[in-house]
Nanobody, 125 residues
Framework: QVQLVESGGGLVQAGGSLRLTCAAS????????MAWFRQAPGSEREFVAA????????YYADSVKGRFTISRDNAKNTMYLQMNSLNAVDTAVYFC??????????????????WGQGTQGTVTS
């Protein structure tokens, strides 16, 4: 059974940092694209960042470019999101996602087959 489990969320002041972790189990995702999405209260889930299978290509939403960094450790079947210079608009539930072997849109929900339950990140001003 495939599982994606996020951790690392919490409460942080504006300007601070959080590091999210997505641990995968049940199969290896070394050859699969993975991504982070987020959903703020009252809003639809939105794309944050994506990373291709071997980490050679990364994509970011404009709103997080220069502040967030996505990375992965295939040996540990784990993905990370380093979030710096956080502000209130970054408050959301953060979800990790992974794709079964094959192609898909990196910045769309439909491009991923597996999802975690989410971890809450709250930024206070």
């Amino acid at each position: 059974q495939v599982q994606l489990v996020e951790s690392g969320g919490g409460l942080v002041q504006a300007g601070g940092s959080l590091r999210l972790t997505c641990a995968a189990s049940g199969r290896t995702f070394a050859s699969s694209g993975m991504a982070w999405f987020r959903q703020a209260p009252g809003s639809e889930r939105e794309f944050v960042a994506a990373i291709r299978a071997f980490g050679d290509t990364r994509y970011y939403a404009d709103s997080v470019k220069g502040r967030f960094t996505i990375s992965r450790d295939n040996a540990k079947n784990t993905m990370y999101l380093q979030m710096n210079s956080l502000n209130a608009v970054d408050t959301a539930v953060y979800f990790c996602a992974a794709r079964a072997p094959g192609f898909g849109d990196d910045d769309q929900d439909s491009g991923y087959d597996y999802w975690g339950q989410g971890t809450q990140g709250t930024v206070t001003s």
